[in-house]
């Protein structure tokens, strides 16, 4: 009819509503982020949950999930009043003195190769210039970290929702997914998607519950490593690495670039130790530590990770870049189980 090919029409119907659907996601999200933080909260805290349930069996399942809730408040509490005075005097500090060290940076008294000293003049011009324009571009980063923080405030409704559906999520997730599975028992397709939401959450889950014990690990061995060394500012710059540790292999590279750039700043003697250091660390975790916690978890190739991080850091800033990698791994695990149930239709 019309000279239109009924097969060609529906393929570009579904182009139209997939394209429509992504429009509408970025055009949301804001909320769709918030949405994800409480889901991560909750796969934080479901092992706590489930600890409890499995102590108090007679426990209602919203009296667990107040409890482990209260647990952790009560965790993070006695976390930010044992160490958040220490990191707020510290960025205090390192931001008013930054100015006065980078004049203090004596690049002529720098250790060079011997192959290099014909040079030495010139390397210490491009090495001054390049950190008067890192300090330069730290004020506009720092004022927009402020606007960032004053815009997160002004949303302070985003920050409250967070827990509550965090616990929403915890107390109602087993009914929230037979819903979605009894809506889908019309199209014939509920042996499939059971498969994938199952597959997602463990994944998801597991990915999310590694991520804070690599986090957390890593503020522990840069702190302790930071501290006993005399480096400058170490318990901010740990903390800086544990946040940045939620980026996959930009984040850590980052963490240790600042470290390093605020030893040269002070003056810190031995800068080689902190890079031996860093390389001796991440070995040890990317090879012992992560795969251990990980498991076979989220299965995304570095080359797809740096990908979704530099497409999300475009798209949506900072919470793109943190959701890339599990982005990614729900459209591959999504895609997977859609070309499996290709295969199976074709078989029939």
Do not use: C
Not at 53 to 70: H, N, T
Not at 128 to 151: H, T, Y
Not at 177 to 192: E, K, Q, Y
Request: glycine content about 6%; cysteine-free; charged content about 15%.
């Amino acid at each position: 009819m019309l000279g239109l090919d009924p097969r060609a029409a529906r393929v570009a119907w579904t182009v139209a509503v997939v394209a429509l659907l992504l429009w509408a996601v970025y055009l949301v999200r804001k909320t769709l982020f918030v949405f994800a933080l409480a889901l991560f909260l909750a796969y934080m805290i479901a092992p706590l949950v489930r600890l409890i349930e499995r102590r108090a069996a007679r426990m209602p399942k919203a009296a667990s999930v107040i409890a482990a809730f209260a647990v952790v408040l009560a965790a993070i509490a006695v976390f930010a009043a044992w160490i958040g005075p220490t990191v707020a005097d510290q960025s205090a500090q390192l931001a008013s003195e930054l100015p006065k060290l980078v004049q203090r940076i004596n690049a002529e008294a720098m250790p060079l190769p011997s192959f290099a000293e014909p040079w030495r003049e010139r390397i210490t011009i491009v090495l001054r210039q390049s950190m008067e324009g890192a300090a330069r571009s730290a004020v506009p980063f720092a004022r927009g970290l402020v606007q960032m923080m004053a815009a997160l405030a002004s949303n302070a409704v985003f920050v409250v929702l967070i827990p509550i559906l965090a616990f929403l999520f915890l107390k109602d997730g087993a009914e929230l997914r037979g819903a979605l599975l009894r809506w889908l028992r019309g199209s014939g397709n509920v042996a499939t998607a059971d498969g994938v939401l199952t597959e997602l959450h463990e994944a998801l889950g597991h990915y999310v519950r590694s991520l804070g014990l690599l986090s957390l690990a890593t503020f522990v061995a840069y702190a302790a490593f930071f501290t006993s060394t005399g480096v400058p500012f170490g318990v901010l710059l740990a903390a800086v690495a544990a946040l940045l540790e939620f980026i996959p292999v930009i984040g850590p590279l980052t963490a240790a670039a600042i470290a390093v750039l605020v030893a040269l700043f002070t003056g810190y003697a031995h800068v080689l130790w902190m890079v031996i250091f860093f390389v001796a660390y991440r070995l040890f975790q990317d090879y012992v530590l992560a795969p251990k916690l990980m498991g076979t978890g989220i299965d995304v190739h570095p080359a797809l990770i740096i990908f979704g991080f530099l497409a999300g850091e475009q798209l949506a800033g900072i919470p793109g870049m943190f959701l890339s990698v599990p982005v990614m791994a729900v459209l591959i695990i999504v895609l997977r189980a859609a070309r499996s149930a290709s295969r199976e239709n074709d078989l029939l």
